[in-house]
């Protein structure tokens, strides 16, 4: 084997590639449906006068994100007839598109005066907003090598975060003028937007196992996603892999679950205050982290900037002690939501390269779409518990639980990082199994 080592892209021809603002869109497209069925669902709901049990249980069709890989395999697996002519993706794309378009005017149309079937349907809109999400997964993956996934990570944030400002600043405020029906209406007319990013993309040029029984096509696309992961990550490297991908996101997601809104109210902030510095500007600066971290993986691949991340998304935590008896002082929530939300922004980014870089092309939506749901559990069951441990311990002693439990997560980094080949140009040998990955 030669050991001329190929050149790493730069960074500018990793953000220029045609792929990276193919994925602008489809992060666009990713981020339309989300809080639409979910956060800003619930304003409409409380508006209509429905109780709060009902509006919680409604919103919370957005649980279908977290178990979109009991699907997945049928995404990788199934062409579709028709639309299936335009690949294997990109037919799993324009159809889930579709399906969210229809639904977005199908609850404009029904509203929830007409509770019971504006529930059926917005369940189905969060469903094929959760299919959207494991095919634009499955095509970032595929359309370029391991080492431009940064850059496209960073330009898909950037379209997701944009369709989050759209779905939920920009929705909010149209609905203190128009009524919601118009609302929906108009965010049906955005989707149209990716659907001509979709007839336009290349298909990613993936070579796929056929099949000949129903049974080989359930072991093919079910069965062996799961063992190719072992067999390519053996012993015990499998399991410690398993176990950091669990808990490189925790302090994260620790502080999702409504932690934080009775935090920032307690705290002496107005509703406005914490709309505009949370949820307008802190996106933006989340975009800055996401480049960055973009920039980062361009420049010294996947490994260093994971650590940073893991350690930075968990420090940032601790700027939160510093909001504690900040008596509406709205500078200080500025420069604590700052450092917060650039660190997210950069470790959400490296994660997802990282997560990209585990996979194997000829199981991509399944190990994808299994891999992200992972790395939000545990964060999601500790911010479940979060309200029950501030009554007891106060918010300050939480903010330091979210933090610490991220050292579990720094300590497997150092183990793995001589035994976890990447692609990259590691400088320590690599076992040759673990480096294996079909081609499908």
Partial sequence: MSDTKP???????????????????????????????????????????LELKNI???????????????WAPLVDRWRLPLLGRLGQRRGWLLLALGIVIVGLLMM?????????????????TAFAGATLDIAVDAYRV?????????????????????ALIITGMLA???????????????????????????????????????????????????????????????????????????????????LGGGIMAP????????????AAVTKLYGIWVGIVGVFLAGIAIARWGIKWPLLAGVILGAA????????IGADGDVWKLTLVISGENL???????????????????????????????????????????????????????YFWITALVAIPAIVLFFWLKPRLSLGEDDDVAVAREAAKEPAG
């Avoid at 919680?56 to 009991?70: Q, S, W």
């Avoid at 370029?144 to 975060?161: F, M, N």
């Avoid at 940032?316 to 909001?323: A, F, P, Q, T, V």
Wanted: net charge positive.
């Fill in 7 to 49: 050149a790493k892209p730069s960074v500018w021809k990793s953000f220029t590639q045609p792929a990276a603002w193919t994925m602008f869109f489809f992060g666009f497209a990713s981020g339309m449906p989300f809080l639409l069925v979910a956060g800003t669902l619930a304003y409409w709901l409380t508006e209509n006068g």
């Fill in 56 to 70: 919680t249980l409604i919103a919370g069709a957005g649980m279908t994100y977290t178990l979109k890989f009991l």
């Fill in 108 to 124: 404009a149309q029904l509203t929830p005066d007409r509770l019971a079937v504006f529930v059926w349907i917005t369940l189905m």
């Fill in 142 to 162: 595929e359309i370029a090598p391991k080492e431009a996934q940064g850059a496209l990570v960073a330009t898909y944030s950037l379209g997701y975060r944009i």
């Fill in 172 to 254: 909010l405020v149209l609905a203190d003028h128009v009524p919601w029906p118009q609302v929906y209406r108009a965010m049906a007319v955005f989707m149209l937007i990716p659907v001509v990013a979709v007839l336009i993309a290349r298909e990613p040029d993936v070579l796929r196992v056929k099949t000949e029984t129903w049974a080989q096509g359930l072991r093919e696309g079910v069965v062996e996603p799961f063992l190719d992961f072992f067999r390519r990550f053996s012993g015990p490297l499998a399991f410690v892999l398993l176990a950091f991908i669990l808990m490189a996101k925790i302090s994260d997601q620790s």
């Fill in 263 to 274: 935090f920032y109210l307690g705290q002496g902030f107005t509703k406005t205050e914490i």
């Fill in 316 to 323: 940032s935590n601790l700027l939160y002690l510093w909001l």
């Fill in 343 to 397: 660190a997210q922004g950069f470790q959400g980014t490296t994660l997802v390269a990282f997560l990209s870089a585990l996979v194997n092309q000829r199981f991509t939506a399944t190990q994808y779409a299994l891999f992200s749901s992972l790395v939000m559990l545990p964060g999601k069951l500790l911010g479940m518990v979060s309200g029950k441990i501030v009554e007891v311990t106060g918010f300050g002693v």
